[in-house]
């Protein structure tokens, strides 16, 4: 656990456990996604009901279900469309 009893930052970098390191990348990555989702729910997006669903989503498919949305398509057929492949409806 971090106690913030450091002189100066080459002491932190020189004294942290695998812990503490953990949890800095943890806590830098939920700081990461929070700005994620923020952005997203400007553009209409909502991130947290596809991991409600889905419970634990990659990136991948949050972003192309976004890159869907803002496409005006569902995201089989952007899919099908950032791959080259034409889908006709009949």
């Known amino acids: 656990m971090l106690?913030?009893?450091f002189k100066s930052f080459e002491e932190l970098e020189e004294s942290l456990s695998?812990?503490?390191l953990q949890e800095?990348?943890?806590a830098a990555y939920d700081m990461e996604y929070r700005k994620m989702r923020f952005a997203a729910s400007l553009k209409g997006i909502d991130l947290d009901?596809?991991?409600k669903q889905q419970n634990g989503s990659s990136f991948d498919q949050i972003r192309?279900?976004?890159e869907a949305k803002l496409a005006g398509k569902d995201e089989e057929t952007h899919l099908f469309n950032t791959l080259?492949?034409?889908v006709t409806k009949e």
Request: glycine share 12%; net charge negative.
């Open 24 to 26: 800095l990348a943890t």
């Open 18 to 20: 695998v812990e503490e």
């Open 64 to 66: 192309l279900k976004a």
């Open 49 to 51: 009901k596809e991991t």
């Open 3 to 5: 106690t913030g009893m």
């Open 84 to 86: 080259g492949i034409s």
